[in-house]
């Protein structure tokens, strides 16, 4: 019994780490449809940016938001603007142009850094509260509540504000939402920043619990496109479930069968519910479907 | 004018009629070899050259014409490895007869995960296809029966012709340029055969594609089974030439899966040489930032790579073929 | 004793290099091509490697070279087995060395040590440690350094010879948990640890994590729930950090924590800080900061090192490596040329007692050519620096286990 609550309270903690990783994600994918292979280097821009900042002025790394979210805020925009935008109708190229920026972006962290890994220092490190018998790591519990906090906030935003309404229309239908009167570019330059800056602050808040590597992007944006894909395209709240789901998953797995097999588990269970259910467990029935030809 | 009017006009053409082309090119690639008959080191990158053209080939198949953007195909190269791999080791196989199983069972493994898959579209069928890379990386590693597990395994040097295993580079080279053949054979084929186009009808609109009485499963399914097969051989003559596979070189998401996408792409995707174009511009470039800038600054040559890479996805959108035509096109107008 | 040592080492060293150097020795410098990988996730430690190389060549330059040429180390890059096969005919094909050294990952060794065979090069082995390399007994091919069985031999010792005092259990009562990261490093090393801990009657349980995992808490409750005497962690560097840092969170304290190959670097050190890892034993290539009795020589490829590189090496691959090229350069000295047989002839006719070189190592080749006396020692975390601790001649004076078992 306390094993199964131990296993079910790292998954919990761990699903904290996947829907802050997945919330910028879901907005990229969700609503560009772009499948972002650099959507993990902004993760990693967050952390290497934490440490900078811790090394410039001894920051403590959950203060390093402060700096690194508009930072990236910005460079998420001027890369769709400079990249993105002009390949639109071509999305296997944006595809393409995407990889290409995941190169640069490991390689010139690996030629800066010579590629020896990093570690920030917090005064949280190693601090873990005890439920009972249970243990919980404090750093990861800070992430699921900014998870949670980050995910009622953009949902508030989409629900509430002018802009995040027109995020809202250009998911649904990009053409209607154009003959709207709706600036289709800027809500996606805008959507774009904002996934960037929400992937720096899930760097931020990482950055205490992982060693810096060039390549630890890569390891979040897999099960990440999972996350986002399991819960539902477009839907906040999915992404905030899913996040749970492959973190359950993967802590159950790991636990009971073997930890060399949840990557697998984790990927056998996205495929069988896309199989099962295309949009998503929260998403739009037919969203699937919109493909890539839909682009216009 | 009449004769520029001509040309522009979507050709039909006939299988026939892509043969001389198609010895043209070959030719043209055996000259190559010939000219650097006695340099070990270009003949080794063409070899290498020649067996990414013939997979960014047979990924065409279903990624170009087909329009199914899988990015899991180094699933089907694995098979084809491991399969060879393993018949040479357990039972003296050659290399040449066991290529048929292996493409057999891509083949089949191919259409049997297709087929739930195929009911996803565009950007989704591309992340499953990620996902089912990682499923069966994971597997590979923990199975190791038949893929000796994390630490795969090799195949000793044995020469000869039977076990496709050279110490003559231009012998792998020819083998490749062989591949590439028969790759460029078969699409020249498809392209002007019924099933090349029901594919292509099913890219540029499945809905359509349907109402016309296309079989659209069906179609996409056995596109998938070539496409796979072609990408199994493709498997089989690596292992018999670099002879030292690990799960993590097979089923690698950048070196094969990945790359074989782009390659097509940079060429020209869904046309029958763009694969072939794409190939020749990126390996030898790929070899030569490696050999010029790898040593000197850590990731340098990926670096620059990457740089070149989001450049021609910027003004090659179209890919090599499709800009040429567009240029000849703008030149026609401006003459006009 | 120390001096008189290192200095007899010298004097050797430079007397077969003068009786080695013919009068008329050829034009132009000995070209000896390092093929590691400069770029991916090991860029750092392949760069490390190769460092190791060049100073060598700079060490063995001022003394004169080798035959009487300048020995100049060519670089060439491989991140895979087929890049592996690439830039041996890069180097051979169009850089024209005379013989190749490496290499930081198996993989690449293994195909790039046979292309070299297509072209009769030697391949000198200085790092890479599968096992199955030397079992090819390729004609051309000899390794300097451990293998992976050198290394979990030298673990399954510290368990057996040490740590059953320091748990107070006979080998046939310990349990030993053996968690180690699923690519072919760290499967080979427990594979063989396992083999070797259940020889000598100790339980063992087994297992394996991705070095990619974002999240290896599982790992950690299983071997929590198994409660061993001793853990012994074999991975890189970003899951080792992970590992320990969950065990810490999860309140993981067995009384022995052990980790091999890596973990005895700054970059553990950063992440867990040194009053955590006060008592956490390394199985490592040995350090440059070894007692100068263990390795005698190893304070002045320190002051090398740093005197190049204006710091610290980050990772001990490096003086292995040198040992390794300085080997190789003896060996092509005494053999007269880089003719593989006779260079292989040439380094089976050493023959020196462990503790004989600035790594610890001694020299004596197998039938397999593998260098059957070089061996990793086990250094301890102390205070934020590391200690060797065993076996008992690496350990300096007055150094102690200290933290065992673990509070």
């Given at each position: 019994m306390l094993d199964v609550l131990n296993i079910l309270t790292v998954g919990v903690l761990l699903g904290g780490i996947y829907a802050i990783v997945a919330v910028g994600l879901n907005l990229i994918f969700g609503v560009i449809r772009v499948v972002n292979f650099a959507q993990g280097e902004f993760v990693t821009f967050g952390l290497y940016g934490a440490y900078a900042a811790q090394i410039a002025t001894g920051m403590d790394p959950y203060l390093a938001p402060l700096i690194v979210v508009p930072v990236l805020f910005v460079l998420g925009a001027v890369i769709y603007i400079v990249i993105l935008r002009p390949l639109q109708n071509d999305p296997m190229m944006q595809v393409f142009a995407t990889f290409g920026i995941l190169m640069v972006s490991q390689n010139a962290i690996l030629a800066l850094t010579g590629g020896v890994a990093y570690s920030v220092q917090s005064a949280f490190i190693g601090m873990s509260v005890s439920l009972g018998p249970i243990q919980i790591g404090l750093s990861r519990v800070i992430v699921l509540a900014v998870a949670t906090l980050v995910t009622a906030a953009v949902a508030l935003y989409l629900r509430h504000t002018r802009n995040g309404k027109a995020i809202r229309a250009v998911a649904q239908d990009r053409t209607a939402a154009r003959l709207m009167g709706i600036r289709v570019e800027t809500v996606y330059t805008l959507t774009f920043g904002i996934g960037a800056a929400l992937a720096g602050l899930a760097g931020c808040l990482l950055s205490p619990l992982y060693t810096m590597t060039p390549q630890i992007g890569m390891n979040f944006i897999l099960p990440a496109f999972a996350v986002v894909v399991l819960g539902g395209l477009g839907s906040v709240l999915g992404a905030f479930v899913g996040g749970f789901v492959v973190g359950l998953t993967e802590a159950l797995a790991g636990f009971y069968l073997d930890p060399a097999l949840k990557h697998a588990v984790i990927f056998i269970v996205f495929i069988a519910v896309l199989v099962v259910r295309?949009?998503?467990?929260f998403g739009v029935a037919g969203a699937e479907e919109v493909g890539l030809r839909d682009q216009n | 004018m009449t004769k520029t009017e001509l040309s522009r006009t979507p050709r039909i053409g006939s299988f026939a009629g892509e043969l001389p082309v198609l010895g043209a090119v070959l030719a043209a690639l055996g000259l190559v070899l010939l000219f650097y008959s006695d340099d070990s080191f270009t003949l080794n990158t063409l070899a290498g050259t020649f067996l990414f053209a013939g997979l960014a080939t047979s990924w065409n198949i279903i990624g170009g014409f087909g329009g199914q953007f899988s990015l899991g195909h180094s699933v089907f190269f694995a098979i084809g490895a491991y399969m060879t791999g393993n018949l040479f080791l357990k039972y003296e196989l050659s290399p040449w007869i066991s290529l048929l199983p292996a493409m057999a069972l891509a083949a089949a493994v191919a259409m049997l995960i297709s087929w739930p898959v195929f009911r996803l579209r565009g950007p989704f069928f591309s992340i499953a296809t990620l996902a089912l890379t990682e499923v069966a990386m994971a597997l590979a590693v923990y199975f190791s029966t038949w893929t000796g597990g994390a630490q795969g395994f090799s195949v000793p040097f044995k020469r000869g012709l039977e076990n496709m295993i050279f110490a003559e580079r231009m012998n792998n080279a020819l083998l490749m340029l062989g591949y590439v053949a028969v790759t460029l054979l078969i699409v020249c084929w498809l392209r002007h055969s019924r099933l090349g186009y029901s594919l292509q009808a099913i890219r540029d609109n499945e809905d359509t594609a349907e109402a016309a009485g296309i079989a659209v499963l069906r179609t996409k399914l056995i596109g998938m089974g070539l496409s796979a097969a072609l990408m199994a051989a493709g498997g089989s003559l690596y292992m018999m030439y670099v002879r030292v596979v690990d799960p993590y070189a097979l089923f690698s998401l950048f070196d094969v899966g990945v790359k074989v996408a782009m390659i097509t792409l940079i060429g020209g995707i869904g046309t029958i040489y763009g694969p072939l174009l794409g190939t020749l511009l990126l390996i030898p470039l790929e070899n030569l930032l490696r050999a010029e800038l790898g040593a000197s600054v850590p990731g340098g040559n990926l670096l620059v790579l990457g740089v070149l890479l989001v450049l021609t996805a910027l003004y090659l959108r179209r890919g090599i073929i499709g800009s040429l035509i567009g240029l000849a096109d703008r030149m026609k107008a401006a003459r006009a | 004793m120390t001096m008189t040592r290192r200095a007899a080492l010298m004097a050797a060293l430079a007397g077969s290099l003068m009786i080695g150097a013919p009068a008329g020795a050829q034009d132009g410098p000995l070209k000896i091509g390092a093929v590691n990988p400069y770029s991916g996730p090991f860029a750092q430690y392949g760069d490390e490697t190769t460092r190791g190389y060049e100073l060598a060549a700079k060490q063995v330059n001022a003394q004169g070279g080798v035959l009487g040429r300048q020995v100049e180390i060519v670089r060439g890059s491989a991140t895979t087995a087929q890049e592996g096969l690439s830039v041996v005919e890069q180097l051979?094909?169009?850089?024209?060395?005379d013989a190749l050294i490496g290499t930081y990952i198996s993989s690449i060794s293994n195909s790039a040590s046979e292309t070299a065979l297509n072209y009769g090069k030697l391949y000198w082995e200085t790092n890479?440690?599968?096992?199955?390399l030397t079992e090819r007994a390729l004609p051309n091919y000899a390794r300097s350094g451990p293998s992976a069985v050198t290394f979990a031999e030298r673990s399954v010792q510290g368990v057996t010879e040490l740590l059953s005092k320091v748990v107070g259990k006979a080998p046939g009562e310990m349990k030993v948990w053996l968690e180690h990261e699923d690519s072919a490093y760290g499967t080979s090393i427990a594979e063989a640890q396992k083999e070797l801990l259940e020889e000598a009657g100790v339980s063992v349980q087994i297992g394996a994590h991705s070095f990619k995992a974002i999240d290896l808490t599982d790992s950690i409750l299983r071997a929590k729930a198994d409660a061993p005497d001793v853990w012994i962690n074999t991975g890189y560097v970003i899951d080792t950090n992970l590992l320990l840092r969950t065990a810490q969170e999860q309140g993981f304290t067995p009384p022995v924590m052990m980790t091999v190959g890596t973990g005895d670097t700054s970059e553990t050190l950063e992440a867990l800080g040194q009053d955590y890892l006060e008592g956490v034993l390394v199985v490592s290539y040995p350090r440059a900061d070894i007692s100068e009795t263990y390795g005698p020589g190893s304070d002045a490829f320190l002051d090398l090192y740093r005197s190049e590189y204006n710091r610290d090496p980050i990772a001990p691959q490096g003086m292995n490596a040198y040992f390794g090229a300085m080997l190789l350069f003896e060996a092509i000295e005494a053999a007269g040329s880089t003719e593989f047989e006779a260079v292989m002839t040439a380094a089976k006719a050493i023959d020196r007692p462990e503790g004989s070189s600035l790594t610890g190592y001694g020299v004596m080749f197998d039938d397999t050519m593998q260098?059957?006396?070089a061996l990793p020692v086990i250094a301890q975390w102390q205070g934020g620096q590391m200690k060797a601790v065993f076996p008992t001649s690496a350990v300096a004076d007055g150094v102690a286990l200290v933290n065992l078992p673990r509070q």
């Open positions: 295309p949009s998503g467990l | - | 051979v094909g169009r850089d024209k060395v890479a440690l599968a096992m199955s260098n059957v006396r």
